[in-house]
């Protein structure tokens, strides 16, 4: 935690800042545009997001009853959570044991992308302020060494898909694409919150990618979020329940 | 060590010089954030003359309200001689709301209301106030 | 950028099954089966699964083509489905006649179907069962590489793998008890006996060449007093090369004639004989495409069946095989059946020593012949056994730490195995559990 304030002091630079008096605050048609995506804009994200993400799963379950209804006889509760409790675990499966960067790497990753948007006392204030609901936050230090491990982990990725052959062979344009969605509310954010320089375009792109990486969720490969706990379950439910065998 | 102690120095002299400097400009005033107990964001930056000038503010309680017990608005009343912690505490109760909650819409409230002035964090809280924001 | 010189080095397959279905098809036939396939056929899963794969490579090194060909990664997993269905999906089913032959070469000899892949992708993604559909849209656009589908012809017409008559199938039988007469004069193979505990089933090449593995079989059953019958009727046949192909209708049949006929001799159990592919139709694939959640009639494999016998005390081992051995864990057993503990148990019961390979059990590597890549004959033999080195590798560390005989109860894996023996000069013997155990076990003097 000490570190995390360090760092944040430095970044800040708040001890050793000229303070002067505020210009006169200009920009009103900023002020508009931040509204904008802040308040309808929003809602329509969120609201893409979370019928999207019900529509994309609803459709797969229906698509199972209709085609391969045969899944739902093998799916078992306890072989599916057997299997994803193992891969929910950092070195618990024999694949991360083998990359051990890349799993260090890719859990920070996913919970840090998971958790700083919704504990980030700036998030819950506006929150609070919508639709007033709240619950506790994260220290501001705490959320910004994490925002960092977040960009630091898509440095990460993304040098992995330039230099590494096996994931090079595989890559499109659409696997940088939802790197960069995903990067990118964490890297204006970043900027938005030091306020180093062009604090309001930071602040509104901050929003507007945020919002677009919502709406890309259920429909892009970002969907992994809704469709990797089927997909696991089933495998183990097959390997625990037909195959006798461990999955990880 | 060693090779960080030049780097350290050099710090520290900017550090002071900026330091000084900024405790030498007078007309600064903050938005007294004492009652927060481990503030998360750099105080506010208002200058109140200031921005009652620009925002023609004639009357102490467009601001500095006052409730009654049945959470109705007072009119002619108004709470310039308290501190804004002396009604909110730092927890909701009731329909009172707490402290930073009523800071926020007190402020962005009536901003966003008037379609004037700042609504966004950061141009409130200000980490490098001489910086145009 | 240089491409490694071996690129230049790897010769040109020409496999006529191929080429002769490649000339035959138009755009029209392409574009209209993979669209029947991917919009009518497949559902939920094959979305799903394309749509979670988040291309992030980790399936690459638990493919043994992969490692084997120094982690090239057009041999990944998620390689194989990047040549084939991606591009399928994409364009819409708009490919070209050529691209078709190389997904069926790529489908067909490039993936043994194994499943450890489905091991290491961290959604559990199933890429062998999405090279299956690709070996489905080969079947009906056919193109499938000629061997194997001589293969899937031959148990279209006769229900067995081999054109085994039905005659020839009864005379070998009766050879068999003859000659193991010899041995216990009281020994029968009884046919068609109607309410026998157990059909003994075996694959097509059983009767066709490795009839000493019936009469093994058949002292056996005799020794342990096993209740046990084969029929004399086509169904007893267990193998399934349609499965691989895609064939499914035949694939269906097959299996069809298989549970029904042991059925008809009212039999409590099927017992198999050392066959990991046909574990996988009668256990795993074909039941299910007969509307069987598991098998109708219970499927013994021999592993289970000879650990049974052993626990039970049903046979004693008078004399332990000495020399060390180290157990190659079948994929559809081990991966497929969970049989792995059984068969150290069965193994430690009659061997003196055994030395494990590694990895092994589930996480062993293919033996590079399952998943009817054997089956597509001579023209990739050697591609095939190129394409594990690594199973070289891992059997000469055995090798190194003791072991002079490899065990390998499945046929495939035999074969395989035996090529990559002679191929790299490992010098391993290779035995079916039941060659040992027959030798062990304690018989009637």
Known sequence: MIHFKRLNDLLSRKYWAPVSAVKEHKGEAMNTLYNFVSGPLAWVAFIIFFVGCLYRLIRILVLVHKKEKYIYTYMSWKYSFRS??????????????????????????????????????????????????????????????MTLI?????????????????????????????LAIVAAPFVTGFMSYYQWFGYQVFTILHILSGEIMLIAIPFTRLSHMLFSPLTRAYMGSEFGGVRHARDW | MKKCFPILLLLLTVSLFFLVYAYSQEDMRFINAEAFENPQRPPTVFNHDEHNELAQIEECNECHHIYDKEGKRVEDESSEDQSCSDCHEPKASGRKPALMKAFHINCKGCHKEKGKGPVMCGQCHVRRPNVED | MAEPAKKVE????????????????????????????????????????????????????????YLSQDNDPRWSPVGKVKQTLWEMIKKKGKVSPDFIKRAAEIA????????????????????????????????????????????????????????????????????????????????????????????????????????QLIYQAAVIMDVAGVN???????????????????????????????????????????????????????????????????????????????????????????????????????????RGGGLHDKARYVVNAICESLVEMHPNREYNYCCCAG???????????????????????????????????????????????????????????????????????????
């Open chain 3, 228 to 334: 046990w019958t084969m029929p004399a009727t086509p169904g007893w046949d267990n193998s399934d090369m349609a499965m691989f192909t895609g064939d499914n209708e035949i694939m269906g049949r097959l299996k069809r004639a298989h549970f029904e006929t042991a059925a008809r001799l009212r039999v409590k159990k099927i017992v198999m004989g050392e066959c990991g592919h046909a574990f996988r139709s009668v256990y795993d694939v074909g039941n299910r495409w007969l509307g069987w959640r598991m098998p109708p009639i219970p499927v013994v494999h021999a592993i289970e069946f000879y650990y049974n016998l052993l626990k039970e005390g049903r046979i004693k081992i008078a004399k332990k095989f000495e020399e060390a051995v180290t157990l190659n864990d079948p994929c559809n057993v081990s």
């Open chain 3, 10 to 65: 790897e010769k040109k397959i020409i496999d006529e099954g191929l080429e002769m279905g490649t000339e035959k098809l138009t755009q029209d036939r392409i574009e209209n089966v993979i669209n029947r396939v991917l919009k009518g056929e497949s559902g939920a899963r094959l979305k799903a699964y394309v749509d979670t794969c988040i291309h992030c490579g980790l399936c690459s090194e638990a493919c043994h083509y």
């Open chain 3, 371 to 445: 998943g009817g890549v054997i089956n597509c004959g001579p023209p990739y033999k050697m591609k095939r056994v190129e394409g594990n080195r690594i199973k070289a590798e891992q059997l000469f560390a055995a090798k190194a730490r003791g072991a002079k005989v490899l065990i390998a109860p499945c046929h495939n894996c035999h074969s395989g195995l035996e090529d990559i023996n002679h191929h790299y000069g490992l010098g391993m013997e290779i035995k079916f559990i039941g060659d040992i155990l027959y030798e062990a076990m304690e018989k009637p003097a």
């Open chain 1, 150 to 178: 977040v960009i630091g982990s898509c440095i990460f990725f993304l040098i992995r898909r330039l230099i590494s052959p096996e994931v090079q062979y595989v890559t499109f344009a659409s696997d940088y694409i939802i």
């Open chain 1, 84 to 145: 994803i409790l193992h891969w929910v675990i950092p070195f618990a499966t024999v694949n991360w044991r083998k990359h051990p960067v890349l799993t260090i790497v890719t859990f920070a990753f996913h919970i840090c992308l998971i958790i700083t948007p919704i504990f980030l006392l700036s998030h819950i204030i506006l929150w609070d302020e919508s639709w007033s609901v709240s619950w506790w936050s994260l220290p501001d230090s705490l959320v910004q060494a």
């Open chain 3, 108 to 211: 067909s000899t490039e993936c043994n179907l194994c499943k450890r892949c489905a091991m290491y992708c961290p959604f559990g993604i199933d890429i062998a069962y999405m090279m299956l559909v690709v070996r489905r849209i080969n079947h009906l656009l056919g193109v499938t590489p000629l061997y194997i589908q001589d293969t899937a012809h031959s148990h279209a017409a006769t229900f067995n793998q081999m054109w085994v008559k039905d005659d020839e199938w009864i005379d070998t039988l009766q050879w068999q008890e003859e000659e193991a007469q010899g041995e216990i004069p009281t020994l029968r193979i009884p046919l068609e006996k109607e309410g026998a505990d157990i059909m003994y089933s075996v694959i097509g090449p059983e009767p066709k060449f490795q009839a």
